[in-house]
């Protein structure tokens, strides 16, 4: 079996300068701003956003090392203001010694900076402010709802990409090639896609599944890497998926847009995304709901109905039945026609409402529930339409100064179409439908 006393893969190929770097060719090819700023040895504070195991970390240490900073490392996880202040305490005493005198800022790299609370984000920045130090901050949530938006304008923000699948073959290459324990050993790799879609573009988790592949097989005189082997060594592939991160959301707003777009197949393959990371089914049904009301509205109000007897299903058998009334309650509404009319209706007249005056509501329409009000005509003009001919008789339901504001403006639809034609019929040029 294989043993090392040294450090684990993922840590012995962190890159130690830029060359050894993989990815990110946005950030850091001869043209990018990461670049340009290393070469003109000189970097403002910023803030690295991406997923987990994409070069955050190295990235903040080589450009320390590039630069020729003094590199302080916190973890929002495990620190606060007091590991914080012992820095700044550091690394004012360094300066008012000889030593420290007319030297650069030194770099604070604080990872998971989306952990500290708002009051610790703030004691950042003063010392941000006036240069005391250069941060850089790592963080795998949006900045935009984690970042307090003082330190967010002190700093620019840099988004990392997941590993590109050539990245990984990249990274696998250098491994095998450069690794002081892997370069001795016969190691292949027949077939990749599983190994891959299991690193799912993180670049540790990659050499982590190999390195224990590696570990498996370390009494095979030539280690051969094909799927099935992968497949072998991990037995279930857990997906990253936070209910509280970004993923969480893009996947829902995915699921969504592909139902609001017509597109049965992808909407499908984004639930089955939802569900096999154990997403609550209940919160996956009452979107359902939503988008029955929102996207398909009245071009067919059966969708509402099949949203919200599937939402009643899945709270009663729950998974993994409840797969299946999902699946097809998402096929069909993602199968159907679209109108977004009373989205749009709602919208616009509740606007409306918080930038006018209360219109005084018309007599006639108003309750006589006391003999006052009575005298005062309190409904007295009102006509019952039961009473007209095909339950219609023309007279005005708005408030006197909106009589031709209009609202409601139907889709060309087959079953829009029909209630168009109703309310001409009705209406005749009163409204413009």
């Known amino acids: 079996m294989y043993t090392s006393p040294l450090a684990p893969l993922a840590e012995r190929m962190r890159p130690k300068n830029i060359d050894e770097y993989i990815g990110q060719k946005h950030l850091l090819a001869p043209d990018a701003i ?10 403002s504070s910023f803030i690295l956003w991406g997923p987990a195991g994409v070069g955050k970390t190295s990235l903040a240490r080589i450009i320390a090392e590039k630069l020729d900073r003094d590199f302080y490392t916190l973890s929002a996880i495990s620190s606060g203001v007091k590991e914080l202040r012992d820095i700044i305490s550091e690394i004012e005493n360094k300066r008012k010694s000889i030593f420290g005198q007319g ?9 998971e900076i989306h952990r500290f609370s708002k009051s610790q984000q703030d004691s950042l920045l003063s010392i941000v402010e006036d240069g005391t130090i250069t941060l850089i901050a790592a963080t795998t949530e949006n900045p ?10 002190r700093c620019q923000v840099y988004t990392l990409k997941a ?3 050539d990245d990984l ?5 250098r491994s095998i090639e450069k690794d002081e324990i892997l370069h001795n050993k016969a190691i292949k790799l027949r077939e990749s896609q599983t190994i891959l879609n299991y690193a799912n573009g993180d670049a540790r988790k990659f050499l982590n599944i190999l390195e ?11 280690i051969i890497i094909d799927n099935l082997l992968v497949k072998n060594c991990i037995q279930e592939n857990i997906l990253t998926y936070d209910k509280k991160s970004d993923t969480h959301y893009d996947t829902i707003s995915a699921f969504i847009k592909s139902i609001r777009g017509s597109d049965p197949n992808a909407a499908i393959y984004y639930l089955a995304r939802m569900l096999n990371a154990g ?10 709901c939503i988008s029955a009301s929102e996207d398909i509205g009245l071009a067919n109000p059966n969708a509402l109905l099949i949203a919200n007897a599937c939402f009643d299903i899945v709270e009663k058998i729950g998974m993994p039945e409840a797969r299946i009334p999902l699946a097809e309650a998402t096929i069909y509404l993602a199968s159907s026609v679209k109108s977004n009319s009373a989205y749009l209706a709602i919208n616009e007249a509740l606007d409306f409402v918080k930038n006018s005056p209360n219109h005084p509501i018309p007599l006639d329409l108003r ?10 005509d309190y409904g007295k003009n009102y006509k019952y339409s039961h009473n007209y001919e095909n339950h219609f008789i023309n007279q005005e339901f708005m408030p006197q100064e909106l009589s031709s504001k209009s609202f409601y403006k139907a889709s060309n639809n087959r079953i829009e179409n029909g209630l168009k034609e109703y309310l001409k019929d009705c209406w005749k040029d009163k409204y413009d439908f």
């Open 34 to 43: 990461l670049y340009k700023m290393l070469i003109n040895n000189n970097i």
């Open 103 to 111: 030297s650069k800022s030194p770099i604070l790299f604080i990872d």
């Open 144 to 153: 935009s709802y984690e970042i307090i938006k003082p330190l967010l304008s």
């Open 163 to 165: 590993l590109s699948n």
């Open 169 to 173: 073959l990249e990274l696998f290459k």
């Open 212 to 222: 224990l592949i590696i570990q498996s097989n370390w009494d095979k005189e030539e």
């Open 279 to 288: 997403e609550d089914v209940k919160f996956i049904a009452r979107r359902l």
């Open 367 to 376: 309750n006589a529930n006391t003999p006052l009000m009575s005298s005062l």
